[in-house]
């Protein structure tokens, strides 16, 4: 797939209708200062599209955006795991992600971050569960690979798979930095934008309004 064009749609405190609504939806998920709207810049080749801070626990709010004129709604949910808030903002944020994970009934995939030079933290791991009880396809994206040396990388990945129970060829070493990782979570969205293809040997149904339904 290649992002033609990318838009800011709108920010919800919850799952709500919004413009657009209806497309396949992709998430970003993944811890605070993890590098979700880095890698969100990154893959839609614009720099400023989600607001990049170096402070954690910006993200506040779902955001989301509309890819090549809609072809694809791209979420980007809160940051999990920041130590400096209030015990009731980080169960609002949790119900806020759960909710979205729960009730979207157009989210093909998730897309979740680990930072590739750290152990996946018990919420990363929370997050997997979560993912797994409802149902939900997704990939681990191991950020900022370009840290790490060649075999620092290998023995980071190998523990990635343990923490979340993964397999390798789930893991992307991802950088917004290079770009590396880029063109196969392309790839990934691509697939969700096809049309399925049917069976073979089973007919496809005719469009509506055609003859065959005269």
Not at 10 to 18: E, V
Request: proline share 7%; glycine share 10%.
């Amino acid at each position: 797939m290649r992002v033609r064009t990318a838009k800011f749609i709108t920010s919800l405190d919850k799952l709500a209708p919004f413009p657009g609504q209806g497309a396949p939806e992709v998430a970003m998920a993944g811890k605070s200062n993890v590098g979700k709207s880095s890698v969100i810049n990154r893959l839609c080749g614009q720099r400023g599209l989600a607001r990049v801070s170096g402070e954690p626990g910006k993200t506040r709010l779902i955001n989301l955006y509309a890819l090549n004129g809609g072809e694809l709604v791209l979420c980007d949910l809160p940051g999990y795991g920041f130590a400096r808030v209030a015990q009731g903002e980080k169960q609002r944020w949790a119900a806020m992600i759960e909710g979205y994970l729960s009730g979207s009934a157009c989210l093909k995939r998730v897309f979740q971050l680990v930072d590739i030079r750290h152990e996946p933290t018990q919420d990363d791991q929370l997050m997997v569960q979560y993912l797994r009880h409802y149902g939900l396809p997704f990939t681990v994206l191991a950020n900022k690979c370009d840290k790490l040396s060649k075999a620092q990388r290998a023995r980071a990945q190998q523990l990635i798979c343990r923490t979340l129970a993964v397999q390798p060829w789930e893991v992307i070493p991802f950088s917004a930095l290079t770009g590396e990782g880029t063109d196969r979570v392309l790839e990934l969205l691509d697939a969700l934008t096809q049309p399925p293809t049917p069976p073979e040997g089973i007919p496809q149904a005719a469009p509506e309004g055609s003859l065959q339904e005269r």
